[in-house]
């Protein structure tokens, strides 16, 4: 496992990994964009969802902090950086798997398998609204054992949650 950060002297062996925006492209196809929690990072992808799939590995849940990561798999070639690129930082969390994160607010991107032709989207980087519902949860044999994904727990649409007071 290695801490690195652009110019991608690595696997990728270029300066920014994938291509920067071309106003040129983009007619007809639909757009996702996202973006980074302080915007220096921003990318697009030329291409319509994916499916929306919950990670529950033990990566996705120490890298995320969290029970899972929700991803989405694009095209490689479809996407590209609006900006921020030279603000990218990589791990490779398990050989040839890499998870770019945003260097200034710590926020994961992305990540990929460099000989893949797709990249996953960190959905909870991703601006675009997406309707597509989850189609299913993967790696639940690495799952947190607090977090049980049938059950049916309260909702709050904002802010905190009080849990409800038991009377005896």
């Not at 990994?17 to 302080?38: H, K, N, V």
């Not at 969802?49 to 996705?60: F, L, S």
């Not at 989207?121 to 601006?127: A, H, I, K, Q, T």
Request: charged share 25%; with cysteine; glycine share 10%.
């Amino acid at each position: 496992m290695r801490l690195r950060s652009p110019g991608f002297s690595g696997p990728l062996g270029i300066a920014t990994p994938f291509a920067q925006a071309d106003p040129r492209q983009g007619r007809g196809m639909p757009m996702l964009t996202g973006s980074c929690l302080c915007g220096a990072v921003a990318y697009e992808v030329e291409a319509p969802p994916g499916p929306v799939i919950h990670c529950h590995c033990r990566t996705c849940r120490k890298a995320h902090g969290a029970a899972f990561s929700s991803v989405m798999p694009v095209p490689r070639d479809a996407f590209r950086w609006v900006r921020g690129a030279e603000n990218l930082g990589e791990y490779e969390s398990s050989p040839g798997k890499f998870r770019r994160f945003c260097r200034s607010c710590g926020s994961q991107v992305f990540a990929e398998r460099v000989a893949k032709d797709q990249v996953l989207l960190r959905l909870g980087c991703l601006d675009t609204p997406v309707t597509e519902r989850p189609v299913g949860h993967i790696w639940r044999s690495d799952a947190a054992p607090w977090y049980d994904p049938s059950d049916l727990l309260p909702e709050a649409p904002e802010g905190s949650f009080r849990p409800p007071v038991e009377r005896s």
